[in-house]
């Protein structure tokens, strides 16, 4: 009864364009403060547009959960700052220490916080996928940050993962026995979802989406995405999800947002290519039914292009 209550609730929530509101944490360079979804998981929901100055870079979801013998964290944060503030809500919430934090993918709002736990002598976990982008990359995702974020990106260096896994890794710490995964191929490489068993809960990463358009990059395998999706992800059958952006909700509004909109986008620019039709004209493929996302003008005509690279000689 108190699932159902619970979900009730978050479906009741509506989906706001938060692009467009003003930051939730005056004074705070979170842009939302941490609130707990389900007992012992807590969430600090990031704004649904692009990192900017104005939301520090705190535009993912920053998670965490309190297991009876410690505290693990879920994404670095996208800089020191932000991982700090993070941590400073976290001890409001218990006196538990911070034991483990997990990064979700090899991007910038997943891994520069890292430098700031290392700073506090915790581990960092990640999928070896990830932390390879992140060591290839990091320069340059660390220059794009300090560039929006300027002053605060003070304190941030490289610092990468210290604990790697390929294979699912097992954590049983006080009353939690929860499962980190990398289901399959999806949104970028290393795509790792903190599943809790026993809670029915999904800390999805990237892998999911709600209220907000996700972004197809030049390494994204969509096709991919939705074989990952319907044969590892939703048979888990999660009842709470927190996605990699969005508000917290459940499997059917993540599927309707994510596995939906790159069903219906492939459709699209498959039955472009089928007519014959190139590059220049794809970008401009129908995806009206899909406008209510937030960032839709931002990324709509950049994921067309990007799919129909993908599809062209599939």
């Not at 809790?196 to 990463?205: E, K, T």
């Not at 996605?243 to 909700?249: A, E, I, Q, V």
């Not at 994510?258 to 492939?266: D, E, F, S």
């Amino acid at each position: 009864m108190i699932r159902h209550a619970l979900l009730a609730v978050m479906l009741a929530t509506p989906a706001f364009a938060f692009e467009d509101v003003a930051d939730q944490y005056p004074g705070n360079v979170l842009y939302s403060k941490p609130y707990e979804v389900i007992p012992n998981v807590w969430s600090a929901i990031g704004a649904t547009a692009p990192p900017t100055y104005e939301n520090t870079g705190h535009n993912n979801n920053l998670s965490f959960i309190v297991t009876g013998d410690g505290v693990i964290v879920v994404n670095g944060g996208a800089n020191y700052k932000l991982a700090e503030a993070l941590h400073a809500e976290i001890k409001l919430a218990t006196d538990q220490p911070v034991k483990l934090v997990i990064n979700e993918n090899g991007q910038g709002h997943a891994m520069l916080g890292n430098s700031y736990w290392a700073a506090q002598g915790v581990d960092i976990l990640a999928h070896e996928d990830a932390a390879h982008e992140f060591a290839d990359r990091g320069p340059q995702i660390l220059a794009g940050m300090e560039r929006y974020a300027r002053e605060n990106s003070e304190g941030t260096t490289l610092v990468e993962p210290t604990i790697l896994f390929s294979d699912p890794y097992m954590i049983d710490m006080g009353d939690m026995h929860i499962e980190v995964m990398h289901a399959g191929p999806s949104h970028g490489p290393g795509d790792t979802q903190v599943w809790i068993p026993d809670l029915g809960m999904m800390i999805a990463g990237d892998i999911a989406f709600n209220n907000r358009m996700t972004p197809i990059f030049e390494d994204t395998c969509t096709s991919c995405w939705i074989e990952t999706w319907e044969t590892v992800f939703a048979p888990l059958g999660a009842t709470y999800v927190i996605p990699g952006h969005g508000n917290p909700t459940n499997m059917a509004q993540v599927e309707k947002d994510t596995i939906g909109y790159l069903k219906h986008l492939r459709a699209a620019v498959g039955a472009h290519i089928e007519e014959g039709g190139m590059l220049d004209q794809a970008y401009y493929v129908d995806q009206d039914a899909y406008q209510y996302l937030d960032t839709f003008k931002e990324l709509a005509i950049k994921n067309a292009g990007q799919v129909f690279t993908e599809m062209e000689f599939e």
